[in-house]
Each structure stands twice: as C-alpha cells, then as structure tokens.
C-alpha cells in the first residue's frame, strides 16, 4: 500500500517536473503537425510519425526530406545523424538504470527524449534513482501524451487550412528551422559550426544522395570542436 | 515514396539509438571528441537546410529584392534570438514574407 502510494507520488512528480517542457514543446508539436500536413503526409502517416518516432528535430527534418522526395536511405542516414546525442544521454543514465529490468529499460529508452533527460539525469543526480523508474515514467507519459495532442492539433489545422502548401510550405519549413536553430546559436562555437555548415550546404548544392547535408554536419560538427578547443585554449592561457 | 516504409526506418533507428547503452550495456564507448562535436550536429543540420532556402529558393542564387525569402527567415531568426519565442518569430517572418511577396512587390 505505501509502496503504491510511493509509486504513484514518484509518478506525479516526474510529471510535474517536466510540466515547462510541455509548455516548450507544445508550439512545435502543433507546427509538426501542420507542416506534416502540408508536405503530403496523410492525417494517419502525421499522427504515426509522431507515434512511432518521437523526436521532434528528426521528425522537422524528416518531414521535410520526405516532401522532398528524398530517397530513404538519405532520410534514414539523416535520422541517425540527428538522432546520435540520444546514445550520450543512454550511456549517462545507465549507471543509474542498470540493474533495472529489460521490460522497464525498453520502453523508458523509447522515450528518452532530450527534454524528459534533462529532467531525469537532474534528478537523478542531485537526489538519487531509487523508485526513479517511476519519476522517468512519470516525465516520459507526460511528453509523450503532450506530443501526441499537440501534434494532432497541429493536424487539424493542417487540414482546416489546405491552402498552406501553396501559400508557401517551403518557406514556413525556413521560418521554422531559423526560430529552432537562432537561440542555439548564443554560445560561438554553435555559431561557427552553423555558420560553416551554412557555407557547406550552399557550395554543395545539389549534389547527389544529398552529400550536400552531410558534408555540411561534417563540417559543422569540425568547426565547433575547432573553436571549442580554441576557447579552452585561451582561458588557460588568460 | 512509401510514406510508412520511411517513418519505420525512422523509428527503428531512434530506438536502437536510445535503447544502445540503456540495453545493450556498456560495450559501446564514444570518444570524448565526438561526445563533443555530437552537440554541434542540430544546429549545423538546421542552418545547412535554411542557409539555401533563404539564399537560394528556387535552386540558384538570388540576392535580389525579388527573394522573399531572404527576408523573411532573418526575420524569423532575429525574433527568435531575441525573444527566445518560436510560435512569435513565426507568425512575424509569415507576416514579413507575406507583405514582400504579395504586398510590396507585386508580381
């Protein structure tokens, strides 16, 4: 009976400690799910995406390969590349997760997205994982539930609103990714590797399989270590 | 393309992602390097799609006063760097964008 009552008291405060997040992630479920719309997926395909995959950046970008019409094996290289931060936050949570059984881990790794880890590894961290099965639990059904009505809202209008591919779905895809990308940019190396992945993408242009994008994370993804190291250089040196 | 086809593949690679060392244990490694530049990969995948969206709409250069576009995505980036509020950047640029291509510039 306690131990329910613990359960249940782990489970609502996982949730409310992610309640910010939702609010975060509400806007882009809702501008998944009309952007969705707009590149030609089915009602049914949109709400799937957010089913199944659960991560908003590579649904933003898949979403738009596939209205594209990139080739799968592009749309899924993209995916992985994108997805690749979540094997850094599985490998900082197993310490605490690792005596846990497979049917708790399966699941719990399904919904580990980078919110519900922000939350999850703080707590973990600054008070212990005992019960924490319970608390990750709590955080991840409340992104998952929010992602999933807001994606649909998101839909609807996608649907109430059929003139959006035409008014301009390239250019709310832009918009959108400029908003997403903007406020990461505040610390310099983020800035260069934007920057030189931006110079990449726009040299690259419309080479085959899509190099163009990966050339451009390549690039990125360099140029942000650079200036990195270049940084920790000069505060040693200070 | 076959829409379900492409969201599976997707899905089966976010999981195994997340599911690697939550399930399959400690045997994978990342050097510390690549830890690192991982961080850089979002912002760098975002910026190399709407760096030739907004230079390049229609697929060549155009600097022009003709590319709405341009305008519009500096205006969803400035907003959002500023006020740190997403929906608000793009209800802006949608309205910024709107104006040059129907409003100022006729045809």
């Known amino acids: 009976m306690t131990q329910a009552l613990n359960r249940r008291a782990l489970l609502l ?84 997760a690792r005596d846990w059984p497979l049917r708790w881990r399966w699941p719990l790794a399904f919904w580990l997205t980078d919110e519900t880890f922000a939350v999850v590894e703080h707590r973990f961290r600054t008070k212990g994982a005992e019960g924490g099965q319970w608390y990750w639990l709590g955080s991840s059904l409340a992104m998952y539930g929010n992602w999933l009505l807001w994606t649909v809202v998101g839909v609807s209008l996608g649907q109430s609103l059929p003139g959006l591919a035409n008014l301009g779905l390239d250019f709310a895809m832009g918009a959108t990714f400029a908003a997403i990308v903007a406020p990461q940019l505040k610390r310099r190396p983020a800035l260069g590797a934007a920057v030189a992945a931006g110079v990449v993408a726009m040299l690259g242009r419309g080479l085959p399989y899509k190099l163009d994008l990966m050339l451009a994370v390549l690039a990125g993804g360099v140029s942000g270590l650079l200036l990195e190291q270049l940084a920790r250089r000069k505060e040693q040196s200070t | 393309m076959n829409h379900w086809l492409a969201i599976s593949g997707m899905m089966l690679l976010t999981v195994l992602i997340r599911a690697s060392f939550l399930v399959f244990g400690q045997r994978l490694t990342f050097p510390g390097w690549l830890n690192r530049a991982l961080h850089y990969v979002p912002p760098a995948v975002l910026s190399a799609l709407v760096v030739p969206m907004a230079l390049a709409p229609a697929g060549t250069v155009d600097i022009s006063l003709h590319n709405a576009y341009l305008p519009g995505i500096i205006v969803a980036a400035l907003v959002a760097w500023k006020s740190g509020k997403t929906l608000l950047a793009i209800v802006v640029s949608f309205v910024v964008y709107g104006l040059w291509r129907w409003g100022l510039l006729p045809g």
């Open chain 1, 13 to 96: 405060e996982g949730t409310r400690d992610t309640v910010p997040m939702l609010v975060g992630a509400a806007p882009f479920g809702v501008i998944f799910g009309t952007l969705a719309i707009a590149a030609g997926l089915s009602s049914a395909t949109a709400i799937g995406m957010s089913v199944l995959v659960f991560a908003g950046s590579s649904q933003f970008i898949g979403v738009s390969l596939i209205g594209a019409g990139t080739a799968l094996p592009v749309l899924w290289l993209t995916t992985f590349v994108v997805n690749l931060r979540h094997a850094l936050y599985s490998a900082t949570l197993l310490p605490f």
